[in-house]
């Protein structure tokens, strides 16, 4: 994903600024921890819209019914679907200023240990462990740790890397 960060994009259920720094400044986040974020809602209708996107459409995301008598009690995200918001949790934690672009550049390590359930307020703390020179500009390397309310256990684990890039001078 590629995005403009003169427009970040910002959740809707924002209600906290992220932090402001400069590429310059990105290297001193390495071992600060980001978070808990703003919340986003794994609504049902957000469910069954991915499960169409990805025409992954098992009972137990889009049959309410029938996973109501299933291991969950209910429908759960698909583990992708909670991955992919991690784009938008962490825009409400940081914001590079001066970057003239943000491309999610990939993944590391990613596990699912526990489901999401329907309804459930989904938030991400994210540890800086690396920022990189690359050319063009920086990467920043993030151990995502995704949360559920009244789940015990983390939703998703993930290396997270993100690429800054300065604008043309």
Known sequence: MTTDQSQP???????????????AELT??????????????MSQQRIDEFAAATED?????VDPERAASGPFGGTIAHGYLT???GTVLLWS????????Q???????????PAPVPV????????EVQSVDDVTGGSQLTLA???????????????ELLFRYYRGRS
Do not use: I
């Open 9 to 23: 994009y910002q959740s809707q259920h924002a209600a906290s600024q992220p932090r402001q720094v400069t590429m």
């Open 28 to 41: 001193t986040l390495v071992g600060t921890t980001l978070g808990p974020s703003d919340p986003v809602t």
């Open 57 to 61: 459409r098992q009972w137990l995301h």
């Open 83 to 85: 991955l992919s918001m």
């Open 93 to 100: 934690l940081l914001e590079v200023v001066d970057a003239a």
């Open 102 to 112: 943000v491309v999610n550049y990939g993944l590391g390590k990613l596990r699912f």
């Open 119 to 126: 309804g459930a307020q989904l938030r991400l703390t994210a």
């Open 144 to 158: 995502a740790t995704f949360l559920a309310n009244d789940q015990p256990k983390p939703v998703c684990v993930a």
